[in-house]
Every structure is written in C-alpha cells, then in structure tokens.
C-alpha cells in the first residue's frame, strides 16, 4: 500500500520553463490536495479537489493550474515557472474534505527554479 | 523536510525522557486538530487527531490534549526515543474542506 505517491521527487527548472508535478492515491479517497512549504511558514494550501471532477482554489493559488484527472490522480501544473516557487510540493489526501478526517502525504516534490 | 524550520522553536530532550510540544491554535470555530510527524526528506506523517467534544486523547506513548478556553493544544510523547526527532506541528480545522498548519517545533532527542 503506497498511499499517495509522488513524482518526481527533485526537479530543476529555468525561469519561463513549464512542468507538472503528478500525484497518484491509493487510498480510494474522495479529496486531494497540493500545498507548497516554504522555511519558516506552515503548509499553504495551493488548490484542492473536494472531489473527482471538482478543483478549488487555496490559499496560493496564482501562478498553478491543476487537473483531477480520475479518481487516483491529482497533478499541479506550473506554466511559466518563477523563482518566488522555488519550494518543496506536497500532495494530499483525504476520504472527504468536509469530514473530520486526516489528511495524509506524499514526499513531497522539491522544486528549484533558477 | 530539510526546507522547513530555518526559524523554528527548538525542544532538547534527554532520550527516555517525556516530551510536550504546544501549539496556539486561532479559530474558536475549529472543531478537528491533527498532529503531525515531518523528518527530514520527507513528507507529514499523521500521528494522532482529536475533536472538540474532547479534551484528551491517547495513543501509543503520544497523548494529545485540547484547551478550548485558551485555545491551546498539546502533544506528550512517552519516553521519546531517537527517532522521534523531528518537526512536529499541529493542524486546525473549522467549516470546509481546509486545514490550517501551524509553522511546526523541532524536536531533538539527546542520547
């Protein structure tokens, strides 16, 4: 049981350069979500998905687009990378957002942008 | 992970001692409270949660314990152990599907 895996775990990216970053759950969960941690700050929410076919926007939104592509999976898409994102990624999940229920995390993406 | 923490408060503890880590939480609506495990390299591993119709909850050698008057929740690990250093930082829940993180406390565990 993998539980939420993430790829690829380092990645390297010029100004101007896009890439997406994948998630993928084993857990049959309903909600997904993708952070970015930053030193010194918490977990910020970038975007979530509450559900298979639904996406919203977090606390940090500006800059990613996502996909929920089925059920499984969840991927977060810089089109023209900056270096204010230089940060470590993390994706979540969860059963359902709205219950009292813990999230749980991939590895996280560590993502360099020069 | 090896990004977070260049500011964090730091609790040394003596291995085999109990630890207690605390966090202030902001929103008197929140109603769900996990505590999480990062190490290094890695991503947040859940430890324990509890709700607001409780004031204390226990698992194996961790017991969280809720202060809704003073907004405050805390974590004891049991007899820390080598490998419970980490960065440990508690989350918040209120209406939605969004938790809200606190900034974490590193724990060291002295041999």
């Known amino acids: 049981n993998a539980g939420v895996t993430q790829t690829p775990k380092f990645q390297v990216l010029k100004t101007g350069q896009s890439m997406t970053l994948q998630c993928a759950q084993d857990?049959?969960?309903?909600?997904m979500y993708w952070y970015r941690q930053d030193p010194g700050m918490g977990l910020r929410l970038i975007y979530y998905?509450?559900?298979?076919?639904?996406?919203d926007k977090g606390e940090v939104p500006n800059g990613y687009n996502v996909s929920r592509l089925n059920k499984r999976e969840f991927s977060l898409r810089l089109e023209s990378a900056a270096p204010s994102q230089t940060s470590v990624y993390f994706c979540?999940?969860?059963?359902?957002?709205?219950?009292?229920?813990?999230?749980?995390f991939g590895d996280g993406t560590r993502l360099s942008i020069l | 992970g090896e990004s977070v923490g260049l500011h964090l408060p730091t609790l040394s503890v003596q291995e085999g001692d109990n630890s207690i880590i605390n966090c202030a939480y902001s929103?008197?609506?929140?109603?769900?409270f996990i505590w999480y495990k990062q190490e290094s390299g890695k991503g947040p591993q859940f430890i324990i949660d509890?709700?607001?119709?409780?004031d204390k909850r226990q698992g194996q050698r961790v017991t969280v314990l809720l202060n809704k008057t003073v907004k405050h929740l805390s974590l004891q690990i049991a007899a820390t152990q080598p490998g419970d250093s980490a960065v440990y930082f508690c989350?918040?829940?209120?209406?939605?599907?969004?938790?809200?993180f606190g900034g974490g406390t590193r724990v060291l565990v002295k041999p």
């Open positions: 929103n008197s609506a929140s109603d769900y």
């Open positions: 998905s509450a559900s298979e076919g639904t996406t």
């Open positions: 857990m049959n969960h309903n909600s």
């Open positions: 509890i709700r607001s119709n409780m």
């Open positions: 989350a918040e829940k209120a209406a939605g599907n969004k938790l809200t």
């Open positions: 979540a999940s969860s059963e359902a957002g709205t219950l009292r229920q813990p999230q749980h």
